[in-house]
Nanobody
Framework: QVQLAESGGGLVQAGGSLRLSCAASGSISGIKTMAWYRQAPGKQRELVASITTGGRTNYADSVKGRFAISRDNAKNTVYLQMNSLKAEDTAVYLC?????????WGQGTQVTVSS
């Protein structure tokens, strides 16, 4: 089993920045890709960014140039640096980790951007 613990969410004004962290614990040796998703009220969960063990990244078009995902394999932690935040970025942000056969989700952290 893998446990994921997100932190770093909060309330920020439009144009501001936040840095989210997701720390993995448990049976972490099998973790491959890690990712951040978000879900706003009344909307489907969507991929924000992902990163492989080798550092290859992928971003949603809506966050390209504003968000940056990174990973510290020694600390088993993935980060999401969010800059130039917009009201439409308001959502619960969830961390996901994939092994070869299983998918794990964190509980999520709320990000609220005031306009």
């Amino acid at each position: 089993q893998v446990q994921l613990a997100e932190s770093g969410g909060g309330l920020v004004q439009a144009g501001g920045s936040l840095r989210l962290s997701c720390a993995a614990s448990g049976s972490i040796s099998g973790i491959k890709t890690m990712a951040w998703y978000r879900q706003a009220p009344g909307k489907q969960r969507e991929l924000v960014a992902s990163i492989t063990t080798g550092g290859r990244t992928n971003y949603a078009d809506s966050v390209k140039g504003r968000f940056a995902i990174s990973r510290d394999n020694a600390k088993n932690t993935v980060y999401l640096q969010m800059n130039s935040l917009k009201a439409e970025d308001t959502a619960v942000y969830l961390c996901k980790a994939n092994s070869y056969v299983l998918t794990y989700w964190g509980q999520g952290t709320q990000v609220t951007v005031s306009s």
